[in-house]
């Protein structure tokens, strides 16, 4: 009877004996998929890397050599991942750090082939960076089944598209409909409907390199990860664009005890989603080369600088003798791994020990991220470069909640505030203020003018962001944030206005609310910041004496304003990192504490500003002197170049720990004085704090007629006239 399938067609003619031959082994195959991935029957194509833009594309150059799927030793350990996950039942869930010559990438496809082919109404993914690396990808599979002889006789893949590979056929015993795996790029948008109608194997490839990793987490939370028996396979080398691949793999891998499933000092907490793999180059035996001929291992050994002593005897050695490996063995194993790292990098090292390789590297922290000794070493120079540790961002991103109000707040009214409820406001409060201990303090990093995309003459010209935070200085939380692209002016009165409210109280009925004279520290920049503080504190009447204003050098050493402030002096902002790194550490290992007076710590509640600290890492300079502090990709106009939410929260340390901690009378201190001594007058331009004191000061002894404080951004030049009092 023929059959009405619009996939049905004819058998191609087969002999006898090669049909029941094809029969017997996919009957083994129907009954195990795994069984087609270690039978050697699987057929690969040599010759494809992944570049540094993340694309999975053949090597320029190279043969396209077939060859059987023999598996390798860190494909063996792969193999063994979805078994040992369901004897405990756990998640098939991998996180994957892989260097060169893993092969994770031809394991994962030929999981996602197998179990496609088998079985029918199974639908797999691939996803990657680009398009064309999952079509590359996808293009392992096409190889396993064009490679797949005689099976191909009786399977079909009717439909001729780059971006899906459909299994059909109704012959007796090859029964499969309805199956297929499917290629897509690594957009959240596009993985929603891809895994919406119910993927149950997906490999996601060259992870490092996604440009919304987040949001393609829940949507793998809301997707996949809740079919029972479905498989998540990420991997990626670690020199890709997005940190968040370095502090997901780090999170995972420092929970499990630093190990491998495999490894006897392997523990990982019960509600673990998923599970660190990682690969170190010397414990895949392919990786070793032997001396030359008449070189002795003695002189070898004394080749070796500080950082292979400290590899050789104090990692690769004890690893081989936790295996059980003799110490002559192991000694042995380990001058082939230093030869075969020695064989990469022939400009950095003394030749005449090993043969150099065709392909060799200049730059020996590319050689550490492809070739690995260990998880740190892999991302050194890349995603492990954050200011703060991995765990402490990752619980920071856990204490983030919703705003509890999202809007506008302008100045007027009968308040002198207005709220305007809005979704994609520019304020966002976190927790009333009058449900705070009232102990509040607030910080800002003005914008720095007009920037653009590519340059001044960019028609796409934007505005850094002005950036405040505001902080309960009892209990360390962030209660309120106000983020604006808006011009100086504007910002001046959002920021006064937001002081008001967060003066604010609740009426004793509960129904209204009103502001008390409760004037909390406000801290910000010099540079940027002199028409807010201007505004704030000349137009509107702010007390200076709780505005705290970055100060040059010269101005701190004056005194006169009984300011403290870091300069611009790369030395001194790192100063106030370290400020910032302690109070954000202490709100981690303090996290199950109450708050109290005086503690060190931060609690974040904004995404913005989680992810910002997520991405603020350290560049350390060519020269070898002082690092740079800033977003990892500081000039580009993507949401994760900005570190002005985290600059602000620096300000807010570093003035809490040198101001406030140690027990400055700020609440009782008095406007800073005007000598009567003509001589201890400060001469050349003043800074803007010394300005605003000076001004004040004249105007309250009657010297000056009015404030007439410059609200430009140069500071101004006294005459002796109008210093005179």
Same mark, same amino acid.
């Given at each position: 009877m023929t059959s009405k399938n619009p996939y049905s067609f004819p058998l191609p003619p087969v002999s006898e004996q090669l049909e029941r031959t094809a029969r017997a082994f996919w009957a083994r195959v129907k009954a195990d998929p795994d069984y087609l991935i270690t039978s050697g029957e699987l057929k690969i194509i040599s010759g494809y890397e992944v570049n540094d833009k993340g694309e999975f594309k053949?090597?320029?150059?190279?043969?396209? $050599?077939?060859? %059987?799927?023999?598996?390798?030793w860190p494909q063996q350990q792969l193999h063994r991942f979805p078994k040992w996950c369901r004897e405990r039942n756990l998640p098939v869930s991998a996180i994957t750090l892989k260097g060169r010559r893993v092969g994770a990438s031809s394991y994962v496809q030929a999981r996602l082939f197998s179990s496609a082919i088998a079985h029918s109404g199974v639908k797999n993914a691939v996803v990657a960076n680009l398009d064309e690396s999952a079509q590359n990808l996808l293009r392992m599979s096409r190889t396993y089944f064009s490679q797949l002889t005689p099976i191909n006789r009786f399977i079909s893949t009717p439909e001729n598209s780059t971006k899906r590979l459909l299994f059909h056929s109704d012959a007796p015993g090859f029964e499969v409909f309805d199956s297929a795996i499917v290629s897509s790029t690594a957009s959240p948008e596009g993985l929603e409907r891809l895994l919406g109608s119910g993927t149950l194997r997906i490999h996601l490839s060259e992870a490092a390199f996604y440009s919304d990793p987040e949001k393609i987490e829940l949507v793998l939370a809301a997707t996949i990860m809740r079919i029972p028996g479905a498989e998540v396979w990420k991997e990626s080398a670690s020199n890709? !664009?997005?940190?968040?691949?370095? $502090?997901?793999?780090?999170?995972?891998?420092?929970?499990?005890?630093?190990?491998?499933?495999?490894?006897d000092s392997f523990h990982q907490p019960s509600d673990a989603s998923t599970t660190a793999i990682f690969f170190s180059f010397f414990a895949d035996p392919q990786n070793r080369v032997k001396l030359l001929p008449g070189v002795h291992v003695s002189d070898f050994l004394d080749s070796f600088d500080e950082y292979e002593k400290d590899l050789f005897f104090n990692v690769i050695i004890p690893y081989y003798l936790k295996q059980g490996w003799t110490r002559q063995m192991a000694e042995d194993a380990a001058v082939e791994n230093m030869g075969f790292r020695r064989s990469f990098l022939p400009k950095h090292y003394p030749g005449g020990f090993v043969t150099a390789q065709q392909m060799t590297y200049t730059d020996a922290r590319r050689f550490k991220a492809e070739f690995p000794a260990s998880p740190e070493e892999a991302f050194e120079g890349t995603g492990l470069r954050t200011v703060l540790p991995a765990e402490v961002l990752r619980w920071i991103k856990d204490t983030c909640r919703e705003p509890i109000f999202e809007g506008f707040l302008q100045e007027g009214g009968a308040k002198g505030f207005s709220l305007t409820e809005s979704d994609g406001g520019d304020v966002r409060i976190f927790k009333w203020p009058w449900e705070t201990s009232g102990n509040l303090s607030m910080s800002l990093d003005p914008? !720095?003018?007009?920037?653009?995309?590519?340059?001044?003459?960019?028609?796409?010209?934007?505005?850094?962001f002005s950036y405040a935070v505001v902080f309960d200085d009892e209990s360390g939380e962030q209660v309120a944030e106000l983020v604006s692209q808006a011009d100086d002016t504007s910002v001046a009165r959002k920021v006064y206005a937001l002081l008001l409210f967060m003066a604010s109280v609740k009426s004793l009925e509960g129904s209204s609310y009103k502001v008390e004279d409760r004037r909390f520290p406000f801290f910000t920049q010099e540079q940027a910041g002199p028409r807010i503080v201007n505004y704030v504190v000349k137009e509107r009447g702010y007390p200076l004496e709780r505005v705290y204003v970055d100060?040059?050098?010269r101005s701190t050493d004056m005194r006169q304003q009984r300011r403290l402030g870091w300069?611009?002096?790369?030395?001194?902002?790192?100063?106030?990192?370290?400020?910032?790194? !302690?109070?954000?550490?202490?709100?981690?290992?303090?996290?199950?504490?109450?708050?109290?007076?005086?503690?060190?710590?931060?609690?974040?509640?904004?995404?913005? $500003?989680?992810?910002?600290?997520?991405?603020?890492?350290?560049?350390?300079?060519?020269?070898?002197?002082?690092?740079?502090?800033?977003?990892?990709?500081?000039?580009?106009?993507?949401?994760?170049?900005?570190?002005?939410?985290?600059?602000?929260?620096?300000?807010?340390?570093?003035?809490?720990?040198?101001? $406030?901690?140690?027990?400055?009378?700020?609440?009782?201190? !008095?406007? %800073?004085?005007?000598?009567?001594?003509?001589?201890?007058?400060?001469?050349?331009?003043?800074?803007?704090?010394?300005?605003?004191?000076?001004?004040?000061?004249?105007?309250?002894?009657?010297?000056?007629?009015?404030?007439?404080?410059?609200?430009?951004?140069?500071?101004?030049?006294?005459?002796?006239?109008?210093?005179?009092?």
């Amino acid at each position: 009877m023929t059959s009405k399938n619009p996939y049905s067609f004819p058998l191609p003619p087969v002999s006898e004996q090669l049909e029941r031959t094809a029969r017997a082994f996919w009957a083994r195959v129907k009954a195990d998929p795994d069984y087609l991935i270690t039978s050697g029957e699987l057929k690969i194509i040599s010759g494809y890397e992944v570049n540094d833009k993340g694309e999975f594309k053949r090597k320029t150059g190279s043969g396209g $050599l077939i060859s %059987p799927l023999n598996l390798t030793w860190p494909q063996q350990q792969l193999h063994r991942f979805p078994k040992w996950c369901r004897e405990r039942n756990l998640p098939v869930s991998a996180i994957t750090l892989k260097g060169r010559r893993v092969g994770a990438s031809s394991y994962v496809q030929a999981r996602l082939f197998s179990s496609a082919i088998a079985h029918s109404g199974v639908k797999n993914a691939v996803v990657a960076n680009l398009d064309e690396s999952a079509q590359n990808l996808l293009r392992m599979s096409r190889t396993y089944f064009s490679q797949l002889t005689p099976i191909n006789r009786f399977i079909s893949t009717p439909e001729n598209s780059t971006k899906r590979l459909l299994f059909h056929s109704d012959a007796p015993g090859f029964e499969v409909f309805d199956s297929a795996i499917v290629s897509s790029t690594a957009s959240p948008e596009g993985l929603e409907r891809l895994l919406g109608s119910g993927t149950l194997r997906i490999h996601l490839s060259e992870a490092a390199f996604y440009s919304d990793p987040e949001k393609i987490e829940l949507v793998l939370a809301a997707t996949i990860m809740r079919i029972p028996g479905a498989e998540v396979w990420k991997e990626s080398a670690s020199n890709g !664009e997005n940190n968040h691949y370095g $502090l997901e793999f780090m999170s995972a891998w420092k929970k499990q005890n630093d190990s491998n499933f495999w490894d006897d000092s392997f523990h990982q907490p019960s509600d673990a989603s998923t599970t660190a793999i990682f690969f170190s180059f010397f414990a895949d035996p392919q990786n070793r080369v032997k001396l030359l001929p008449g070189v002795h291992v003695s002189d070898f050994l004394d080749s070796f600088d500080e950082y292979e002593k400290d590899l050789f005897f104090n990692v690769i050695i004890p690893y081989y003798l936790k295996q059980g490996w003799t110490r002559q063995m192991a000694e042995d194993a380990a001058v082939e791994n230093m030869g075969f790292r020695r064989s990469f990098l022939p400009k950095h090292y003394p030749g005449g020990f090993v043969t150099a390789q065709q392909m060799t590297y200049t730059d020996a922290r590319r050689f550490k991220a492809e070739f690995p000794a260990s998880p740190e070493e892999a991302f050194e120079g890349t995603g492990l470069r954050t200011v703060l540790p991995a765990e402490v961002l990752r619980w920071i991103k856990d204490t983030c909640r919703e705003p509890i109000f999202e809007g506008f707040l302008q100045e007027g009214g009968a308040k002198g505030f207005s709220l305007t409820e809005s979704d994609g406001g520019d304020v966002r409060i976190f927790k009333w203020p009058w449900e705070t201990s009232g102990n509040l303090s607030m910080s800002l990093d003005p914008n !720095e003018g007009i920037e653009g995309e590519a340059g001044t003459t960019s028609d796409n010209l934007k505005r850094d962001f002005s950036y405040a935070v505001v902080f309960d200085d009892e209990s360390g939380e962030q209660v309120a944030e106000l983020v604006s692209q808006a011009d100086d002016t504007s910002v001046a009165r959002k920021v006064y206005a937001l002081l008001l409210f967060m003066a604010s109280v609740k009426s004793l009925e509960g129904s209204s609310y009103k502001v008390e004279d409760r004037r909390f520290p406000f801290f910000t920049q010099e540079q940027a910041g002199p028409r807010i503080v201007n505004y704030v504190v000349k137009e509107r009447g702010y007390p200076l004496e709780r505005v705290y204003v970055d100060s040059s050098m010269r101005s701190t050493d004056m005194r006169q304003q009984r300011r403290l402030g870091w300069t611009s002096t790369p030395a001194s902002k790192a100063e106030a990192i370290k400020a910032f790194k !302690e109070y954000m550490i202490n709100g981690f290992t303090t996290r199950h504490e109450d708050g109290r007076a005086g503690v060190k710590r931060r609690i974040i509640r904004s995404r913005r $500003l989680a992810e910002q600290m997520s991405w603020f890492v350290v560049k350390p300079s060519p020269s070898g002197g002082h690092s740079k502090y800033q977003a990892l990709d500081k000039g580009n106009w993507s949401a994760q170049s900005k570190d002005d939410g985290v600059m602000a929260t620096v300000i807010d340390c570093w003035a809490q720990e040198y101001r $406030l901690a140690q027990g400055d009378p700020m609440f009782n201190m !008095e406007a %800073p004085e005007v000598p009567d001594d003509l001589d201890a007058l400060p001469t050349g331009p003043l800074s803007t704090t010394e300005a605003i004191a000076l001004e004040r000061r004249m105007y309250q002894k009657g010297t000056l007629s009015s404030l007439k404080l410059d609200t430009a951004y140069e500071s101004r030049q006294y005459s002796q006239e109008e210093i005179q009092l």
